[in-house]
């Protein structure tokens, strides 16, 4: 569970200074404070509405206390008709004397918390994140619920698409950069595909979870089969969806199955997807960029197989079915073991057949002399 740092307060000259400041920006102020009293939104803007408005925290920062009210207003809340004191308390006592805090990262670590009163099920799922153990083992800068959906100005966080990335790459910067560049990350940003995977279809939304354990990447092969062996969206771009089903039967494929029955959480190097295809880099084949692209590909075996010779990658199939116009070879050869197999095995059954037959004659003729 994440658990906070105590609350540090403002000095006593620095909260009469931020009492001060709200009685000039707005005399009525005082009287709006009466206890029990709830204000309007507007009375709230009548101080919050001044763009100067703003107070100095005992870390020396300038915390702003000016809200938009045109941004607010089109934001999700705002479209809602929430009011301020859904997040910040039921009275004008409640919401400026909890505001006092060192620095303005401790002010957004405590007041992320109101976002449970509503999303209770997605703050839960944050508390078990990558980004929770990462605040518990002391970066106070992981992310929280405001760094990503905002606070005043909270928008729909997939409106375009493209925003999930985005959002994702104001901390992930390079791997954002990756990303714009890949097959995936170019026709979302570039073309507004709503089909490519975005960063929370592989990683999760609010239970985002360490990638770099083992239970993940045995996982990763179903993960990119959620599209790649969706027949109907593979169609609609001219690719193979047996992609998955390929691999499940090659040699990489068996091998992980067992490892993941029996060894989930032991680390292996058996090849899945992301080792020949990339992570956030994925490119198309035909791209010379790409780790699988013929001149990249035997380089990229190289890195399992550093013995692999120049007749390496001829006899890999890819991940396509066995056919005439493909590997001719080995469908005439596939053609005659299919044939040949059952032959031989009809007549060794045929022939065992005979012999218990004739075993069983002879064992009468024996006994009836």
Not at 91 to 100: D, F, K, L, S, W
Not at 112 to 137: F, I, P
Not at 250 to 278: F, K, M, Q
Not at 322 to 330: D, V, W
Request: hydrophobic share 35%; net charge negative.
């Amino acid at each position: 569970m994440l658990t906070e740092r105590p609350i540090a307060r403002l000095t006593p000259p620095a909260t009469l200074a931020l009492a001060m400041t709200l009685l000039l920006v707005n005399p009525a102020f005082a009287q709006d404070r009466a206890p029990g009293r709830n204000p309007s939104q507007e009375e709230c803007l009548n101080c919050h509405g001044d763009p100067q408005l703003a107070t100095t925290l005992e870390s020396g920062e300038a915390l702003p206390l000016y809200i938009s009210a045109e941004v607010f207003a089109d934001s999700i809340h705002g479209l809602v008709g929430l009011e301020c004191k859904a997040c910040h308390g039921e009275t004008p006592e409640v919401a400026h004397v909890a505001a006092p805090f060192v620095d303005r990262r401790q002010l957004s670590r405590h007041l992320y918390q109101t976002c449970s009163k509503c999303h209770a099920d997605n703050y839960e799922k944050t508390l078990d994140s990558m980004h929770a153990q990462a605040a518990a083992d002391g970066n106070l800068q992981a992310p929280i619920c405001t760094d990503c959906h905002g606070a005043h100005d909270t928008l729909q966080p997939d409106q375009p698409r493209a925003r999930i990335s985005q959002t994702c790459g104001q901390c992930h910067t390079s791997i954002f950069e990756e990303y714009r560049e890949s097959v995936h990350g170019d026709a979302l940003i570039q073309q507004d595909n709503p089909d490519v995977p975005v960063c929370t279809d592989c990683h999760g939304v609010h239970n985002i979870h360490d990638p770099r354990t083992a239970q993940f990447r045995v996982a990763s092969p179903e993960l990119c089969a959620g599209c790649h062996a969706d027949a109907q969206l593979m169609a609609k771009y001219g690719l193979s969806a047996d992609v998955y089903n390929l691999y499940s039967l090659s040699w990489h494929g068996v091998d992980l199955t067992v490892y993941r029955a029996n060894w989930p959480t032991i680390w292996h190097e058996r090849a899945v997807c992301t080792d020949c295809h990339g992570v956030h880099d994925i490119r198309r084949t035909a791209d010379s960029a790409s780790r699988v692209n013929p001149a990249n590909l035997l380089s990229t075996c190289q890195q399992c197989h550093p013995a692999a010779g120049p007749n390496w990658t001829g006899a890999w199939t890819g991940h396509n079915r066995i056919s005439i116009e493909r590997t001719p070879f080995l469908f005439y050869t596939e053609a005659f073991y299919k044939s040949f197999t059952p032959a031989v095995l009809w007549i060794s059954g045929a022939y065992v057949v005979l012999q218990i037959v004739r075993g069983l004659v002879g064992r009468v003729r024996r006994s009836l002399r």
